[in-house]
């Protein structure tokens, strides 16, 4: 049976002018059952504006929600408001505190002003759409209709930046446990240091604040934000504003051995890897950074690229693929001689998080690194400090002993200096 509708008759239309203009109800929802589940559901002709079929809401009957702790998110729409740049700036000059202070008192003052925007928005964007109701049934108005529209795209950036559509793409890379300390030992002393008197010399050099810009123009401006809310967006657009103490910051960790751990607070979000995960290992763990964090990090992963002869800038994952089938052709074809070859096939899982610190910094040590510099990189690594975010929730705070994370821009490096104590 047609389960009817509400709102206007049609679902399409062709044509502005009155003379030329078609509309058909073409899009029709038929069921069988549906009522006796959705007693209360019915379908509605939403109003449109750029395309030519009329959206249609199914509505069900009203679900209960879990209720969740509110956790502060900055939102990409609210750039698109005239009065947040202002708000922003008034917020920012008006405290004296240290940087962590400030986002902070930010994130007090953005909360209240959305609030009160949000509810501002709701109300312009019904009053646009009964608008919209009542000129589809008569002549088109262009300027309601653009007004709609520049609504509709904040609402679309709204929701593109919930999608959360990159951390599928990224698939599972987490690796493997690295053996017990006494094979470790045995490794450690295989290595031969490979970084020349010059290389530690460059990597030593004061950082400059030219370098902190180049790694936040590098970040992606919507990825996911840490525990602090504000994601790499909110930096770029507002740079002009929150330049200075975010340089003082991120320059006093990185040239005057200040700590960072008050940026290195981490939210760790558990992403299924299968339709109905039972068991912790069927989630891939994501490590969400702070920005300011990740600033230090990428500036020291920027300046280490130079030197880390290992990583090549967008090699992609199916060139190493190419080259292990190469590698296991030449296997089957040796058919003569009296030495052979053997493949080994290593089954690897969660090696970051089971590294030892220690490890690291005595690989780190034997491949000839500097000893101002391994210090800052073990600061990036044991300052840390993970709070697991459940149904948008925060738990308690945890201080880890050892574990590397996914997601820290030198994650890459830590693992090719693990990867450099197996190599013979």
Same mark, same amino acid.
């Given at each position: 049976?047609?389960?009817?509708?509400?709102?206007?008759?049609?679902?399409?239309?062709?044509?502005?002018?009155?003379?030329?203009?078609?509309?058909?109800?073409?899009?029709?929802?038929?069921?069988?059952?549906? !009522?006796? !589940?959705?007693?209360?559901?019915?379908?509605?002709?939403?109003?449109?504006?750029?395309?030519?079929?009329?959206?249609?809401?199914?509505?069900? +009957?009203?679900?209960?929600?879990?209720?969740?702790?509110?956790?502060?998110?900055?939102?990409?729409?609210?750039?698109?408001?005239?009065?947040?740049?202002?708000?922003?700036?008034?917020?920012?000059?008006?405290?004296?505190?240290?940087?962590?202070?400030?986002?902070?008192?930010?994130?007090?003052?953005?909360?209240?002003?959305?609030?009160?925007?949000?509810?501002?928005?709701?109300?312009?964007?019904?009053?646009?759409?009964?608008?919209?109701?009542?000129?589809?049934?008569?002549?088109?108005?262009?300027?309601?209709?653009?007004?709609?529209?520049?609504?509709?795209?904040?609402?679309?950036?709204?929701?593109?930046?919930?999608?959360?559509?990159?951390?599928?793409?990224?698939?599972?890379?987490?690796?493997?446990?690295?053996?017990?300390?006494?094979?470790?030992?045995?490794? !450690?002393?295989?290595?031969?240091?490979?970084?020349?008197?010059?290389?530690?010399?460059?990597?030593?050099?004061?950082?400059?604040?030219?370098? @902190?810009?180049?790694?936040?123009?590098?970040?992606?401006?919507?990825?996911?934000?840490?525990?602090?809310?504000?994601?790499?967006?909110?930096?770029?657009?507002?740079?002009?504003?929150?330049?200075?103490?975010?340089?003082?910051?991120?320059?006093?960790?990185?040239?005057?051995?200040?700590?960072? +751990?008050?940026?290195?607070?981490?939210?760790?979000?558990?992403?299924?890897?299968?339709?109905?995960?039972?068991?912790?290992?069927?989630?891939?763990?994501?490590?969400?950074?702070?920005?300011?964090?990740?600033?230090?990090?990428?500036?020291?992963?920027?300046?280490?690229?130079?030197?880390?002869?290992?990583?090549?800038?967008?090699? !992609?994952?199916?060139?190493?693929?190419?080259?292990?089938?190469?590698?296991?052709?030449?296997?089957?074809?040796?058919?003569?001689?009296?030495?052979?070859?053997?493949?080994?096939?290593? +089954?690897?899982?969660?090696?970051?998080?089971?590294?030892?610190?220690?490890?690291?910094?005595?690989?780190?040590?034997?491949?000839?690194?500097?000893?101002?510099?391994?210090?800052?990189?073990?600061?990036?690594?044991?300052?840390?400090?993970?709070?697991?975010?459940?149904?948008?929730?925060?738990?308690?705070?945890?201080?880890?002993?050892?574990?590397?994370?996914?997601?820290?821009?030198?994650?890459?490096?830590?693992?090719?200096?693990? @990867?450099?104590?197996?190599?013979?």
């Amino acid at each position: 049976m047609d389960v009817g509708y509400s709102g206007v008759w049609y679902t399409w239309e062709r044509g502005n002018l009155p003379e030329t203009n078609i509309r058909e109800r073409l899009d029709k929802r038929v069921i069988e059952g549906w !009522l006796n !589940l959705f007693s209360l559901g019915n379908i509605h002709h939403l109003p449109y504006s750029t395309f030519d079929h009329c959206p249609l809401l199914i509505n069900t +009957d009203k679900v209960s929600r879990l209720s969740r702790d509110r956790n502060f998110h900055f939102e990409v729409w609210w750039t698109m408001e005239e009065s947040f740049e202002p708000t922003l700036k008034d917020i920012w000059e008006s405290s004296s505190e240290p940087l962590m202070e400030k986002l902070r008192n930010l994130q007090i003052g953005l909360s209240k002003w959305a609030h009160t925007i949000k509810g501002k928005k709701k109300e312009l964007q019904k009053r646009l759409t009964k608008e919209l109701e009542i000129l589809m049934k008569e002549d088109r108005d262009d300027k309601t209709l653009s007004t709609l529209t520049w609504r509709l795209k904040k609402d679309e950036a709204y929701w593109e930046q919930r999608a959360r559509v990159n951390w599928l793409r990224s698939g599972d890379r987490n690796t493997a446990y690295f053996h017990n300390c006494a094979t470790a030992r045995r490794l !450690l002393e295989g290595i031969e240091g490979s970084i020349s008197i010059e290389a530690n010399e460059d990597l030593q050099a004061p950082f400059s604040e030219e370098e @902190v810009e180049i790694a936040l123009k590098g970040m992606r401006p919507t990825k996911a934000p840490g525990l602090d809310g504000f994601s790499a967006i909110f930096f770029q657009k507002y740079w002009h504003i929150v330049r200075k103490e975010v340089l003082d910051f991120c320059l006093g960790v990185l040239n005057e051995g200040k700590e960072v +751990d008050s940026a290195n607070m981490t939210n760790i979000v558990l992403i299924p890897k299968v339709q109905n995960p039972t068991s912790l290992v069927d989630f891939r763990l994501i490590s969400l950074c702070s920005v300011l964090y990740k600033l230090v990090a990428k500036t020291i992963a920027n300046r280490m690229q130079n030197v880390q002869s290992a990583f090549v800038p967008g090699r !992609l994952i199916s060139d190493n693929i190419l080259l292990a089938y190469e590698i296991l052709h030449t296997f089957r074809q040796k058919r003569t001689g009296k030495n052979g070859y053997m493949a080994v096939k290593l +089954d690897m899982s969660k090696a970051y998080d089971r590294v030892e610190w220690d490890f690291i910094k005595e690989v780190m040590n034997k491949i000839g690194f500097a000893r101002k510099w391994i210090e800052l990189i073990m600061k990036c690594i044991t300052s840390v400090s993970y709070t697991v975010l459940i149904n948008g929730s925060r738990g308690r705070i945890f201080n880890p002993s050892r574990g590397l994370r996914q997601g820290d821009p030198l994650s890459l490096f830590y693992f090719l200096y693990v @990867v450099r104590g197996y190599q013979p």
